[in-house]
C-alpha cells in the first residue's frame, strides 16, 4: 500500500512539473486564460457534463471572452454578441470546415475525399428555397395528416391515449419528416427506433466518451441505418429535385464512392431530423403548463383552421395568415432550448476588437467558441427573467414583433439566435418554422390534449445534449390526448 501511495504521488508530481514546463502562459495580449487544475485534461470533464452551467461560470469570473484549455486544446469562447460578427464574417482568420469535419468522421464515420462546405451549402440552399422548398413543405404536411389519420383510425375518437409528449412529437415528426425526405415509407418503424438509440449516444459519440456497452450499442444503430437508408433500386426513378436522389446525384458528383454515401444520407437524416420533434415538445409543453398562452395560441388556431379536416391540407392557410403570438410562441421556446455551438479555428493570427473597444490577440491553431444559449439568450441583462417562458416576450403592445433588446444601454444586434447567423445561419429555417407550425395548429386543432398530472412541470434538459442543436428532456412530460369529434 504504502509503495503504490508513494508511486502514485511521484507520478503526481511528475505531472505537475510536466505542466508548469510545457503549460501555455497567457501573454499580455490575449484574453483571460484558464487551464483548469487538470495537465492536459484542463475543463473538459465540466465542459462536457454541462457546458452552459461550466460556461456561465467562467463568465462570471473572467468576462465576455476568456480562453479554456480543453483535453489539450485551448479555446476562446466570445459571449459579447455585438462582437460576434468580428468572427463570423472573417473568413480569412477563421475556418469554420475542419471542426466539422472532425466531427464528421468522429460522429458519423464519414471522410468526404473534397469537403467543399460552399459548394454543400450551395446545394442545400437550393432544396431549402423557391419550389424545392414548397415541395418539401406540401410533402411534410402531407404525411403528418396521413400519421394522423392512421393514428385516428386505430385510436377511435372517443378513446383517451396516454403518452409521454416527447416521444408524441418526436415519433410524428420523425416519421413525417423521414418519408418527406427519402421518400419512403417502407421502413420506418424500424428507421425511426434505430435513430433514436443513435441520436440518445451521440453526444458521447461526439466527445468521446461512450461505454464498451454504449460504444457497441451505438456502432449497431450505425450499421443498421446504413444498411436501411441505403437505397432499395436504381436513381432516376424520380425527378432529381427529390431530396434523396438529388443529394445521391450531388456526392456522387463529387467523387464520393456508395459505402461513403450511405453513411453521408445517415448525417443528413440527423442534420434534417434532430431538431424538430424536441422543438414541438417543448412549445407544446409550455402551452399546457400556461394556460393564458394556450388560450391566446387557440384563438390564432381557430382563425386559421376555420374548417379543419386531416383530409384537406392546412397549408396555404398557415402560409398566409399572420399569426403574430404562435410566432413569438416559438422565438421564446427556441430562445430557451436552442443550444448549439458556433465553432471556427484560428488558422492566422488575429487581433480581435471587441465592441467594448478592448483588441485581444488569438493565436493560430486555437478554437473560436461562440455560444449564444448563455449570451444572449440566457443573458439576464437583455433579457428579463430569462430562465422563464414568457410567451409575449417577442411582442409589443400593438402585437408587431418586438426586436428592440438593450444591454448596457446599447441595443443589441443579436438579441436571440436560434438560427445562427452569417455563414453559420441555418439554411433551412424557414422549412423548419413551417414544419413546427404546421404540426402544432394539426395537433391544436384535432387532439384533446391534457397533462395526466396537472401538477406536472416540464422535465430538466439533459445537460449532456449542450452544443448539439434542440435541448433535449432529461424525462418527459405525460399526457393524455384523443381525436376531437368531427374531424
Not at 155 to 179: H, I, K, N, V
Not at 408 to 423: E, L, T
Amino acid at each position: 500500500m504504502a509503495t503504490t501511495l508513494l508511486l502514485f504521488l511521484l507520478l503526481i508530481g511528475f505531472l505537475a512539473l510536466l505542466w508548469l514546463r510545457f503549460g501555455r502562459s497567457r501573454r499580455e495580449d490575449e484574453p483571460p486564460l484558464d487551464k483548469g487544475l487538470i495537465p492536459w485534461l484542463g475543463h473538459a470533464l465540466e465542459f462536457g457534463k454541462d457546458a452552459a452551467k461550466f460556461l456561465t461560470r467562467m463568465k462570471r469570473k473572467h468576462g465576455d471572452i476568456f480562453t479554456v484549455r480543453v483535453a489539450g486544446q485551448y479555446i476562446t469562447v466570445l459571449l459579447d454578441p455585438n462582437s460576434y460578427d468580428a468572427v463570423l464574417y472573417d473568413t480569412v482568420s477563421f475556418d469554420s470546415s475542419r471542426k466539422k469535419e472532425a466531427l464528421m468522421k468522429k460522429i458519423f464515420s464519414v471522410v468526404l475525399p473534397s469537403f467543399n462546405p460552399d459548394k454543400e451549402r450551395a446545394w442545400l440552399e437550393h432544396h431549402f428555397k423557391g419550389d424545392c422548398l414548397d415541395e418539401l413543405r406540401v410533402s411534410m404536411d402531407t404525411h403528418l395528416r396521413a400519421l394522423l389519420l392512421a393514428d385516428q383510425r386505430d385510436l377511435g375518437t372517443a378513446e383517451w391515449r396516454e403518452e409521454g409528449l416527447f416521444d408524441l412529437c418526436y415519433s410524428l415528426l420523425f416519421r413525417a419528416g423521414y418519408m418527406a425526405f427519402f421518400t419512403r415509407d417502407d421502413n420506418t418503424d424500424a428507421v425511426y427506433k434505430q435513430f433514436r438509440n443513435f441520436d440518445k449516444l451521440l453526444p458521447k459519440l461526439a466527445r468521446p466518451n461512450l461505454s464498451g456497452a454504449e460504444k457497441k450499442s451505438a456502432t449497431s444503430s450505425q450499421e443498421t441505418l446504413w444498411q436501411l437508408l441505403c437505397p432499395t433500386g436504381p436513381q432516376g426513378g424520380r425527378d432529381s429535385s427529390f431530396w434523396q436522389e438529388s443529394y445521391l446525384k450531388y456526392l456522387g458528383e463529387e467523387g464520393v464512392d456508395a459505402e461513403t454515401q450511405s453513411r453521408a444520407l445517415l448525417m443528413q437524416l440527423w442534420t434534417t431530423q434532430c431538431n424538430a420533434g424536441p422543438a414541438a415538445f417543448w412549445l407544446l409543453g409550455h402551452l399546457l403548463r400556461q394556460p393564458e398562452a394556450m388560450k391566446a395560441v387557440r384563438t390564432e388556431v381557430r382563425g386559421v383552421m376555420q374548417e379543419p379536416s386531416l383530409r384537406h391540407s392546412p397549408l396555404e392557410q398557415l402560409l398566409t395568415h399572420k399569426t403574430p403570438v404562435f410566432d413569438s410562441v416559438l422565438r421564446e421556446t427556441l430562445r430557451l432550448t436552442a443550444a448549439a455551438f458556433i465553432f471556427r479555428e484560428v488558422v492566422a493570427g488575429k487581433r480581435l476588437r471587441l465592441s467594448s473597444g478592448q483588441e485581444y490577440c488569438l493565436r493560430k491553431g486555437d478554437k473560436v467558441c461562440l455560444f449564444p444559449f448563455v449570451s444572449p439568450q440566457m443573458d439576464p441583462e437583455i433579457h428579463q427573467e430569462p430562465e422563464s417562458f414568457k410567451y409575449k416576450r417577442f411582442l409589443n403592445d400593438d402585437m408587431s414583433e418586438k426586436q428592440s433588446f438593450y444591454k448596457g444601454g446599447r441595443r443589441m444586434a443579436y438579441y436571440n439566435m436560434p438560427w445562427g447567423a452569417g455563414g453559420n445561419s441555418c439554411v433551412g429555417e424557414q422549412f423548419a418554422i413551417s414544419t413546427l407550425k404546421t404540426f402544432v395548429f394539426t395537433v391544436l386543432s384535432h387532439l384533446e390534449l391534457k397533462m395526466c398530472e396537472p401538477t406536472d412541470t416540464l422535465p430538466l434538459v439533459n445537460p449532456q445534449r449542450y452544443g448539439f442543436g434542440m435541448l433535449q428532456p432529461s424525462g418527459d412530460l405525460q399526457i393524455r390526448y384523443r381525436f376531437k369529434r368531427n374531424r
